[in-house]
DNA sequence: CGCAGCCTTGACCATTATCAACGCTGGTGG
DNA sequence: CCACCAGCGTTGATAATGGTCAAGGCTGCG
């Protein structure tokens, strides 16, 4: 948090030549139902932030003083016991928010995975700006409630699913995640580590790499390399994410 | 559903006589922003309904027309695999909101676990009192909020933590969720059954039942009946649930 | 070219699941 | 009022999934 790079500049130069990825706000979901003057008024609060890999965005027991909007690049979110065992509970990416739901302190942890970039707000110009605007308000508790679901299914897949089946699900849900995939929904990006996935799917390094030798054994996936692979039989791969195989 | 008795008659009743059992609204952390004249049109909307042991609130798949806001007793809700197992994504109890967060239909089934009742709304009548209500829909998304951070402490338990570890925080944490309980906070009410706890925590009956004997013969918890024990050493139960014993 | 970091693979182990038997308890009907 | 039965819970023996420990390979960067 403490050396992010603000940018001020990139402001008023990526309104002219690229609205769509000003504030953050215009790029997703979030900005269909919102009027131009709030989206401007956001682009006016937001601080633009470069990311380096490995980089804290915020920290498990600060202050929760600032809410984030990725806008390229992935971010890991997580939250870690005194021993150090960790649970990722999330990969953002652009698009995404972060701090959205806090209260006083921030009760997870949020780092860069690779160079990334988002818009920073201070929490109290953005609740002031949601009270302004019920329908950003509105666009709001939609991601909160579209991010209450997918962390239920995540339960499911914490507490019901064997390795392979969390894997195969892993592999089928992030390209829906990822805007910066390169090609179609059977082309993987995997830009975080083996320890990385495996931290999000409650397994281990080994296992995560054990069902992936298998899955590409067996012809279900092709590793492109290390952190690329394709889908070669999608239908199988969601009968084993669902336990049908 | 098809079976749930409506009360309309309590309704005026029960404002007369208890005006915050009225509407649910009146009950929790809801009712603290509200003004009065909110409060008495969600009262105007509201069907009392009465749930036997068992009943079915929602169905995982049909059509999300209704929000329910739990009034007493508790209630189960979960997401099923097409094998039949089971996730147990939350346990309701007074106070607790129902269907907030849903899409076109409901992704979870939800059941009475004793008898309970709970006020049913239209998702459009409140949906549209959200939109008259700035505090209303402020409070909401403070509850879908906590509900999350809940869910991501959920995900760190079921990712990473032991069956000792997980059964020592459901035990602490239990007490703070259910407005019934008898008495101090040391003193935890179950009303739902091994099933449901191993279900809600990832675990098989049997472990849990192992589980609970073994913080028994150590002298941590005291079992008062099968639905009824008492924290004897809650430093100690702390201490499991964190992973430092 | 060499090293560091990440990944893979193998052998072994432990936690928890599974299978099975038995006990308790509360409700029902004789 | 008692006895039986069904459902739930406990306990024990065994098995399997995934974790741990260890060694070796790949890759990219200096």
């Known amino acids: ?59 498990q027991g600060e202050a929760a003083d600032h809410l984030f909007n990725i806008t390229s690049g992935s971010v890991r979110v997580y939250r870690l016991m005194p021993d150090g065992r960790r649970q990722i509970t999330g990969f953002l990416f652009a698009g995404d928010f972060l701090g959205l739901t806090t209260g006083g302190t921030y009760d997870f942890s949020a780092e860069a995975i690779e160079a990334s970039s988002a818009c920073r707000f201070r929490r109290t110009d953005y609740r002031a700006e949601m009270r302004r605007s019920p329908s950003l308000e509105a666009a709001l508790f939609d991601r909160v409630s579209h991010e209450l679901e997918a962390a239920q299914a995540q339960m499911l897949l914490l507490g019901r699913k064997t390795a392979q089946e969390r894997m195969a699900s892993f592999l089928l849900d992030l390209p829906a995640h990822d805007p910066c995939r390169p090609g179609p929904a059977d ?39 290390l952190n690329e692979l394709r889908i070669e039989q999608p239908g199988r791969l969601r009968a084993i994410a669902e336990g049908e195989a």
Chains 1, 2 share one sequence.
């Open 1 to 59: 948090m403490l050396d992010m790079k603000v940018l001020p500049d990139a402001c008023a130069e990526r309104r002219r030549t690229n609205a769509c990825d000003s504030c953050g706000a215009r790029q997703h979901s979030v900005c269909g139902a919102l009027e131009t003057p709030v989206l401007d008024r956001l682009d006016a609060m937001a601080d633009r932030i470069r990311l380096e890999p490995g980089q804290v965005l915020v920290r």
């Open 187 to 225: 082309h993987v990006r995997l830009p975080m580590t083996r320890a990385e996935i495996a931290d999000y799917l409650g397994l281990t390094i080994e296992t995560v790499s054990r069902v992936l030798t298998r899955f590409k054994t067996s012809g279900v996936i092709r590793l492109l390399s």
